[in-house]
């Protein structure tokens, strides 16, 4: 009920992409069942639903997401290098074998086992990551703020540290 009314609100205000996770706990069956029927009646208002990678869920590492992109063929992906790195994942490994699904993008940091550092100071090696979306991906990098301290300073650190490597590629 709450989902249909999230894309009711998306089609009202003419957003293509809703963004979402795969939750935890369900069989995965069902989990399978539960995101084919979210793609389905969005795509059906003319909406795109796109899966978050994340250790916290279901749907964590690229053994997890091709499986689920065979069932459910018009799902896509809103990549996160940061959850890939923090579930062990190769960021550059996951761009080449997942990119072509990519349809929203999320730029943060992360250090294992469990931190967001501003983006630059954790394990991401984004100015390789950058050179390697260039090459497929002409959407949004979105940063997402997940660390501490001040959000907006933070957030315009990030994009400063982003469009120094964003301009000499």
């Known amino acids: 009920k709450r989902f249909k009314a999230v894309i009711g609100y998306a089609a009202e205000t003419g957003i293509k ?21 979210a793609v389905d009646y969005a795509a059906s208002r003319d909406i795109t639903i796109a899966l978050e990678n994340s250790p916290l869920h279901s749907v964590s590492t690229i053994t997890d997401i091709l499986p689920l992109l065979k069932e459910v063929p018009k799902l896509r992906l809103n990549f996160d290098p940061a959850n890939f790195n923090l579930s062990g994942v190769d960021t550059i490994v996951a761009a080449k074998k997942l990119g072509r699904y990519f349809v929203h993008v999320h730029a943060k940091d992360s250090s294992r086992p469990f931190s967001f550092p501003p983006i630059g100071k954790g394990e991401v090696p984004w100015p390789h990551l950058l050179r390697e979306l260039k090459t497929f991906y ?23 540290y982003l469009e120094g490597i964003i301009k000499n590629l």
């Open 17 to 37: 992409i809703v963004c979402t996770h795969s939750g935890k706990g369900s069989d995965k069956r069902t989990m399978i069942k539960n995101i084919a029927s």
């Open 138 to 160: 002409n959407g949004y990098l979105v940063v997402e703020f997940e660390g501490r301290g001040d959000p907006l300073a933070a957030t315009i650190q990030d994009k400063n």
